[in-house]
């Protein structure tokens, strides 16, 4: 039996939500599978993943092949790299201390990328809404302006001329 590890779609038309599973690839997209390994919500930003990276390893380690998109989420939450850690383990090239050294590093260091991320969207935003507040006032202020009425041609001469008399008196 192969199994592969894929994407099953739920969610509503339009708001795609995704369940990481564990399936026999000649069962259906969304039909049967054999086991849940996590979540995918790609609407948010950035898209929210929960993934059971011990499961994933596991599965991988069984020869489980992912789907192209699985792969990449794998790889985003490090379950390739935790796989690739234990085959070195097996292997003898490292110890497990080692490879959880490694790994525990490199979790830490994409934890601060997407809270790096998060805040570069999040002041993006914050830049785009006062952009728009400002653009929103100068058109209000512009349609103030325009519905004034303006005094007319003979209002201002004669003020005009008011205002050069006192002047003058002085």
Do not use: C
Request: hydrophobic share 35%; net charge negative; proline share 4%.
């Amino acid at each position: 039996m192969s199994v592969k590890i894929r994407l099953q779609r739920h969610g509503k038309k339009g708001k795609p939500f995704y369940w990481i599973v564990a399936a026999d690839a000649r069962a259906k997209r969304d039909g049967k599978y054999l086991e849940k390994l996590g979540t995918y919500n790609p609407n948010s930003n950035p898209a929210q993943i929960d993934l059971d990276v011990d499961g994933a390893v596991t599965w991988l380690q069984n020869g489980a092949q992912p789907t192209e998109t699985a792969k990449r989420l794998l790889s985003y939450k490090g379950a390739m790299l935790k796989n690739h850690l234990v085959g070195g383990v097996r292997k003898g090239a490292i110890t497990e201390e080692q490879a959880e050294e490694k790994f525990n590093a490199w979790v830490e260091e994409k934890a601060n990328k997407v809270e790096a991320k998060k805040g570069n969207l999040s002041a993006a935003e914050e830049k785009a809404k006062a952009e728009a507040l400002a653009a929103e006032k100068a058109v209000n202020e512009a349609r103030i302006a325009a519905a004034q009425p303006e005094p007319e041609a003979g209002e201002e001469t004669a003020e005009a001329t008011e205002e050069a008399g006192a002047d003058s008196e002085e």
